[in-house]
C-alpha cells in the first residue's frame, strides 16, 4: 500500500492582489449583454430612473440575475460582484438594488418579461447561427417535433411572515408557484408566484402561466410549429384543456398530455380490461419496460366536457420499493397511472409511445430542483412585489444558464446542471492583469476544465450581436 503524504503547509495572508474569485461568472454578465438582455432592461425599466442619474436599473436587474445564477441565495450576495469591480465593473449597493425591486410593479414586471422575451430572440437566433438550432426532445428513441412546454407548481418554505405566505396542503407555510419549463433547453418560460394555499388544480393559474410561456417563444417558433403541453394532474381541469385547444384557432399549435386521477369509473374499466389489450410499456431509449403494461381506457370512461378526440391511457406495473400506493393499487398488487392526450393515432400515437411520451414529463422536477438553487428556492422580503421580482429574475438566471449551454459549451458541460458548472466554470479563481492596453483573464494553468472556459469565453466573442 502506497503512503499518502501530508498536505503541504501554508501561510495564509489577506494582502493578495490581482487575484480575482467566481471569474468565470463573467461570461454569464457578457452573455447577458450578447444576447440584448442588459439593453432590453434597460428600456423596459427606464420609467424607473426619470432623471438618468445613478446606477442603470436594466444594468442592476442583470447584475441581480447573474449573482442568482451564480449561487447567491440573498440581495447582499452582490458583494460578490461588487468586490470584484476589476472583473464586473461598477456593482450597485445593497440598498440600491433593494429600492429597485421595491419599485417594480405589475407594469415594470410585464415589461421585464417582454424583455426577456426579446433577448431569448437573440439567443435562439444566436443558435441558429451557431448551426445547432434548439435541440429536439427524444423520448422512446424518437426525435418529438416541435417544442416541449411543462408546467408543474411547487412549495416553497417561508420561515418568516411574508405577504401572502400561507399554510400549503402538506402541512408547511409559504408559496405555492406555478411554473413552466422548456424540455428541449431547460429555459424558464414563465412563473406566477402564489399563495400557499392556492389550489393545485386552478385552471386560470395554469392558462395564464401558459399564456405567458408562450408570450416567450419568438414568433418565428410560436406559429408553425407543434407544442407539447404537460402536465401532471393538477392540470386536468376541463377548462384549461379546452384553452390548451383553442389555441389552434389563433394559429397555434397544440397537444396536451397530462395526468388524470384514477376515479371510481376508471378503476372499473382497468378492471374490466382484458389482459391481451395490455401491451408492454417502453422505456425512453425505445427498449421494453420491465414489468410494465399500457392499455387505452378510451371509450369505456365518460369524457363529457373535455375535447373532442381526447384520449385516455393508463400503465401498470410492479411498484418499486417505496412507491405511494392508493388502495386499489394495494389491492390490485400493482401501481396505476392515468393520463389524457389528444394525439390521434393516425400521427404516431399509439398508447405505448404516447405513455413514455408522458412520462417525460417527470423531468420538470429537476429543472424545479435546480431553479430553488437559483433563486427562487427563497424569497427575500416581506413584500410580494418585490417577490415576485425576484422570481421573475431567478427565470432570468435559469435563461443565462441555459443559453450558456446552448450557445458556449460542449460535452458533458452542455447537458450540466447548475451546482456541476458552478464548481467547474463559474467559481473559478483566475489572475488580473494588464499589459499591451488590455485586462487578461489567466485561468489557472492546472485548473481541469481551464480549456472549455477559455473556449466558452472565445465563443462568445464570435456570437454575432443584435443590430443597434
Same mark, same amino acid.
Given at each position: 500500500?502506497?503512503? @499518502?503524504?501530508? *498536505?503541504?503547509?501554508?501561510?495564509?495572508?489577506?494582502?493578495?492582489?490581482?487575484?480575482?474569485?467566481?471569474?468565470?461568472?463573467?461570461?454569464?454578465?457578457?452573455?447577458?449583454?450578447?444576447?440584448?438582455?442588459?439593453?432590453?432592461?434597460?428600456?423596459?425599466?427606464? =420609467?424607473?430612473?426619470?432623471?438618468?442619474?445613478?446606477?442603470?436599473?436594466? /444594468? @442592476?436587474?442583470?447584475?441581480?440575475?447573474?449573482?442568482?445564477?451564480?449561487?447567491?441565495?440573498? @440581495?447582499?450576495?452582490? +458583494?460578490?460582484?461588487?468586490?470584484?469591480?476589476?472583473?464586473?465593473?461598477?456593482?450597485?449597493?445593497?440598498?440600491?438594488?433593494? /429600492?429597485?425591486?421595491?419599485?417594480?410593479?405589475?407594469?415594470?414586471?410585464?415589461?421585464?418579461?417582454?424583455?426577456r422575451a426579446q433577448a431569448r430572440e437573440?439567443?435562439?437566433?444566436?443558435?441558429?447561427?451557431?448551426?445547432?438550432g434548439i435541440p429536439a426532445v427524444r423520448?422512446?428513441? *424518437?426525435?418529438?417535433?416541435?417544442?416541449?412546454?411543462?408546467?408543474?407548481?411547487?412549495?416553497?418554505? &417561508?420561515?418568516?411572515? !411574508?405577504?401572502?405566505?400561507?399554510?400549503?396542503?402538506?402541512?408547511?407555510?409559504?408559496?405555492?408557484?406555478?411554473? &413552466?419549463?422548456?424540455?428541449?433547453?431547460?429555459?424558464?418560460?414563465?412563473?406566477?408566484?402564489?399563495?400557499?394555499?392556492?389550489?393545485?388544480?386552478?385552471?386560470?393559474?395554469?392558462?395564464?402561466?401558459?399564456?405567458?410561456?408562450?408570450?416567450?417563444?419568438?414568433?418565428?417558433?410560436?406559429h408553425g410549429t407543434d407544442f407539447l403541453?404537460?402536465?401532471?394532474?393538477?392540470?386536468?381541469? !376541463?377548462?384549461?384543456?379546452?384553452?390548451?385547444?383553442?389555441?389552434?384557432?389563433?394559429?397555434? &399549435?397544440?397537444?396536451?398530455?397530462?395526468?388524470?386521477?384514477?376515479?371510481?369509473?376508471?378503476? $372499473?374499466?382497468? /378492471? +374490466?380490461?382484458?389482459?391481451?389489450?395490455?401491451? #408492454?410499456?417502453?422505456?425512453?431509449?425505445?427498449?421494453?419496460?420491465?414489468?410494465?403494461?399500457?392499455?387505452?381506457?378510451?371509450?369505456?370512461?365518460?369524457?363529457?366536457?373535455?375535447?373532442?378526440?381526447?384520449?385516455?391511457?393508463?400503465?401498470?406495473?410492479?411498484?418499486?420499493?417505496?412507491?405511494?400506493?392508493?388502495?386499489?393499487?394495494?389491492?390490485?398488487?400493482?401501481?396505476?397511472?392515468?393520463?389524457?392526450?389528444?394525439?390521434?393515432?393516425?400521427?404516431?400515437?399509439?398508447?405505448?409511445?404516447?405513455?413514455?411520451?408522458?412520462?417525460?414529463?417527470? &423531468?420538470?422536477?429537476?429543472? @424545479?430542483?435546480?431553479?430553488?438553487?437559483?433563486?427562487?428556492? $427563497?424569497? #427575500?422580503?416581506?413584500?410580494?412585489?418585490?417577490?415576485?421580482?425576484?422570481?421573475?429574475?431567478?427565470?432570468?438566471?435559469?435563461?443565462?444558464?441555459?443559453?450558456?449551454?446552448?450557445?458556449?459549451?460542449?460535452?458533458?458541460?452542455?447537458?450540466?446542471?447548475? !451546482?456541476?458548472?458552478?464548481?467547474?466554470?463559474?467559481?473559478?479563481?483566475?489572475?488580473?492583469?494588464?499589459?499591451?492596453? *488590455?485586462?487578461?483573464?489567466?485561468?489557472?494553468?492546472?485548473?481541469?476544465?481551464?480549456?472549455?472556459?477559455?473556449?466558452?469565453?472565445?465563443?462568445?466573442? +464570435?456570437? =454575432?450581436?443584435?443590430?443597434?
Amino acid at each position: 500500500m502506497q503512503g @499518502i503524504g501530508w *498536505r503541504p503547509k501554508v501561510q495564509v495572508s489577506a494582502d493578495g492582489s490581482g487575484v480575482v474569485g467566481h471569474a468565470g461568472a463573467r461570461l454569464l454578465a457578457d452573455l447577458a449583454d450578447a444576447t440584448g438582455l442588459t439593453a432590453a432592461y434597460s428600456t423596459a425599466l427606464r =420609467p424607473l430612473r426619470p432623471r438618468g442619474t445613478g446606477h442603470d436599473p436594466g /444594468r @442592476i436587474a442583470t447584475d441581480l440575475a447573474v449573482m442568482l445564477a451564480d449561487g447567491g441565495e440573498a @440581495i447582499a450576495d452582490l +458583494a460578490v460582484l461588487r468586490d470584484q469591480a476589476g472583473v464586473f465593473g461598477p456593482i450597485a449597493s445593497t440598498p440600491t438594488a433593494w /429600492r429597485l425591486l421595491a419599485d417594480v410593479d405589475e407594469t415594470a414586471l410585464a415589461s421585464l418579461a417582454c424583455a426577456r422575451a426579446q433577448a431569448r430572440e437573440v439567443a435562439w437566433l444566436q443558435a441558429a447561427e451557431h448551426g445547432e438550432g434548439i435541440p429536439a426532445v427524444r423520448t422512446a428513441g *424518437r426525435v418529438l417535433p416541435g417544442l416541449v412546454l411543462d408546467l408543474d407548481a411547487t412549495l416553497i418554505t &417561508c420561515h418568516s411572515e !411574508k405577504a401572502q405566505a400561507a399554510p400549503t396542503y402538506k402541512g408547511g407555510f409559504g408559496f405555492h408557484p406555478l411554473l &413552466c419549463f422548456l424540455a428541449n433547453t431547460g429555459e424558464a418560460l414563465s412563473g406566477r408566484l402564489r399563495p400557499g394555499n392556492a389550489g393545485a388544480n386552478t385552471a386560470s393559474d395554469h392558462i395564464t402561466v401558459l399564456d405567458q410561456a408562450l408570450a416567450q417563444i419568438p414568433d418565428a417558433h410560436r406559429h408553425g410549429t407543434d407544442f407539447l403541453v404537460r402536465t401532471d394532474s393538477a392540470g386536468s381541469a !376541463k377548462a384549461f384543456l379546452a384553452h390548451v385547444r383553442d389555441l389552434r384557432n389563433r394559429g397555434i &399549435c397544440t397537444f396536451f398530455s397530462v395526468g388524470y386521477a384514477i376515479t371510481e369509473p376508471v378503476r $372499473r374499466a382497468v /378492471r +374490466a380490461m382484458p389482459d391481451h389489450l395490455w401491451y #408492454p410499456a417502453l422505456n425512453q431509449d425505445g427498449m421494453l419496460r420491465d414489468g410494465a403494461e399500457v392499455a387505452e381506457l378510451t371509450g369505456m370512461v365518460d369524457m363529457d366536457g373535455y375535447p373532442v378526440g381526447t384520449r385516455i391511457i393508463v400503465r401498470r406495473e410492479r411498484p418499486h420499493p417505496g412507491a405511494q400506493l392508493s388502495l386499489f393499487d394495494q389491492d390490485e398488487g400493482l401501481r396505476h397511472q392515468v393520463f389524457l392526450t389528444h394525439t390521434p393515432y393516425a400521427d404516431g400515437g399509439s398508447a405505448q409511445f404516447l405513455e413514455v411520451r408522458h412520462r417525460g414529463h417527470a &423531468c420538470v422536477e429537476d429543472h @424545479i430542483r435546480c431553479g430553488k438553487t437559483t433563486g427562487f428556492g $427563497r424569497f #427575500p422580503s416581506r413584500d410580494f412585489n418585490v417577490n415576485a421580482a425576484w422570481l421573475e429574475l431567478s427565470l432570468t438566471a435559469i435563461d443565462l444558464l441555459s443559453w450558456m449551454r446552448v450557445l458556449l459549451l460542449d460535452g458533458e458541460l452542455a447537458s450540466a446542471e447548475p !451546482k456541476k458548472l458552478r464548481y467547474r466554470l463559474l467559481h473559478v479563481a483566475a489572475r488580473l492583469t494588464r499589459g499591451g492596453r *488590455r485586462l487578461r483573464l489567466r485561468i489557472s494553468a492546472t485548473w481541469p476544465w481551464r480549456h472549455e472556459l477559455a473556449t466558452a469565453f472565445h465563443r462568445l466573442t +464570435a456570437l =454575432p450581436r443584435p443590430a443597434g
